[in-house]
């Protein structure tokens, strides 16, 4: 079974703080994504990378950044946390030859 | 407009039920086509996978794809409270690696 693993399930920040969300994915997939996921909204691309220190951005890149060291994992920064970036964060993984993605837990980040 | 249009719900039905589940989209060149599953506070799983047109079948569960009227629909039968979720649809073209969601249907099976 393929698994994502995300570092933490909660976090509460301070406005202007750096935050980093963390993603592992045990199935030496290339391609890795992050989402953010909104009532009403559903899920948006935020980034995804399809290689080692490849980044593409998604749909709402703005606020963000993201670094892929290491094929298994895949972290997105927040340079300077605001309050309309409290959200669900959700980290995915895929095969190059297949369009499905595998989902971990996600993250609820509440910024103060 | 949104690319991808799915009714929010909630959608509320008896234990034993049919549902169906419906999500249209614009994008014509979406050639591969997702139902993901989500509990509340966990992250989506996948349940169904479809590549064009046609039906799929697996178990109690069936999608199926209109590419002519750019229309998707998973039908849940004999449905049971553990299908209590957010259902999102998803779907991608040959171009684009990444995913194109609806914002999800919650669905709630009552005892």
């Known amino acids: 079974d393929v698994k994502v693993t995300q570092s933490s399930r909660y976090l509460v920040k301070r406005t202007g703080e750096k935050v980093f969300l963390e993603c592992v994915q045990d199935?030496?997939?290339?391609?890795m994504f992050w989402y953010r996921q909104d009532p009403g909204l559903g899920l948006r691309l935020i980034y995804f990378?399809?290689?080692?220190?490849?980044?593409e951005k998604g749909d709402i890149p703005e606020g963000y950044s993201v670094s892929r060291e290491k094929k298994e994992r895949f972290s997105l920064i927040l340079e300077s946390a605001s309050t309309n970036q409290t959200s669900m964060y959700l980290c995915a993984s895929s095969s190059p030859d297949r369009e499905t993605q595998y989902f971990g837990p996600g993250t609820r980040l509440l910024v103060l | 407009q949104k690319e991808v249009e799915q009714d929010p719900g909630p959608l509320s039905v008896p234990e034993g039920a049919i549902v169906s589940l419906n999500c249209t989209y614009s994008n014509s060149a979406f050639q591969y086509f997702m139902w993901y599953r989500q509990y509340s506070r966990k992250g989506p799983e996948l349940l169904m996978y479809?590549?064009?047109?046609g039906n799929k079948e697996d178990g109690r569960f069936t999608a199926q794809v209109d590419k002519s009227s750019k229309y998707i629909s998973l039908f849940i039968r004999d449905s049971q409270p553990s299908d209590s979720a957010t259902y999102l649809c998803a779907m991608s073209d040959t171009g684009r690696r990444a995913l194109t969601f609806g914002s999800g249907t919650r669905l709630q099976v009552q005892p």
């Open positions: 199935m030496d997939h290339e391609n």
């Open positions: 479809t590549y064009s047109s």
């Open positions: 990378s399809y290689d080692v220190k490849m980044k």
